[in-house]
């Protein structure tokens, strides 16, 4: 419990990879005490949305290689595996990519470890007032205050859904998004056609894992499949490219260089060979297309119309579309930037220091700081990378 009137040290907003790396980092290094440290998710556990996204499009291997994780020892993961004497089948080439399970069962030791569970509060954060010595951070049913803040909020409230499946949801369509908070796989029909909407690696993972016995699914994917084993090249995560990226003082050219940057899209080698496998049993089929309406013929059959083909009939539609690609926070952002004048660039994402510290008192991570850490800022790594910049320097 803490005392209302109690201003703590530390508060994170954002219980995710991010929110929960900061946190073992700020106690591990003795930067406070953990009485003086909490962590604000609308969850009640650590890394829940994580977990959840994550068991949702099916995901079986990481993207990221065996030294990307919670601990602070770049090889705890593979210390981890040597002691639960886990197989060969728990990690993937290239890089040793972890499976998801040794992820997180890796992820809620290092949680056990530093005692961070204990410092979770459930509640949503609606507004942040910066005072001269502390900030005060209002929860639908609390109020926090701590003397610096860092702003871990990831992009799960921001769904990418196309033009047609916003219009076809307004007449009543049931299409559900891999990555909304309701999606639900008991819900999709146990044999017929099923279509998942996507190019990218949700998408593949998603149409993989739904593929089986009398369901066939087909992969509606705007482009061709791209391949590529990083979310971004791995110079991105040092010196190689960092160094003359922050020398680049027009933040709208930083944005462009990120969107440059980032493969957006793509999947790695090993989800095309399980792909290929999928297609080749006749389990998955893949159609390059653009959808342009959807339509109701029957209560379980809806007929999508395609830009260059032949209409598509589907029992079911999975949107596996990702995430919108603005600034996440919405209107705990927009009114931190209207009533501070908090600096930020033409594309809505926050201006920092190289200390990613937006306010002498709030600091940001994330996607959040991706015109000072570079295109790679939202993954596993670029939480590492936050903490250099917030805590080491």
Known sequence: MINRNSILDWAIIGGGIHGTYLANVLVRHRVTQRSDLRIIDPNDEPLAEWKRVTANVGMEYLRSPKVHHLDLEPFSLKHY?????????????????????????????????????????????????????HVVITTEGDTIRARHVILAIGRSGALNRPGWARHAAADGVGICHVL??????????????????????????????LASGDRHVTLLSPHSLRQNNYDSDPGWMGPKYLNRFRKVSCFGKRRKIINEAKNSGTITHDLKR????????????????????????????????????????????????????????????????SNYDLKCSECGFPITDTSLRWHERLFVSGALAELEVGPASANIIGARMAAEKIVYM
Do not use: W
């Open 81 to 133: 595996a040597h002691y639960k004497k886990c197989s060969g089948d728990d990690f993937m080439f290239p890089n040793d990519r972890p499976s998801l399970g040794l992820f997180n069962d890796h992820a809620d030791s290092v949680i056990e470890k530093s005692g961070l569970s204990d410092l979770y509060l459930e509640g949503f954060a609606v507004d942040i007032r910066l005072k001269n010595d």
């Open 274 to 337: 399980k792909l290929t496998k999928s297609r080749n049993k006749n389990e998955c089929s893949v159609n390059i297309d653009i959808v342009e309406n959807c339509s109701v013929l029957t209560d379980d059959l809806m007929l999508l119309s395609l830009k260059n083909g032949e209409p598509l009939a589907a029992n079911h539609i999975v949107l596996a579309t990702g995430y919108e690609a603005d600034c996440p926070g919405g209107d705990l952002l927009n009114g931190l930037m």
């Open 180 to 209: 909304e908070g309701s999606f639900c796989r008991n819900q999709i029909p146990e044999s017929g056609e099923i279509v998942v909407v996507g190019g990218g690696m949700s998408a593949v993972q998603t149409a993989l894992s």
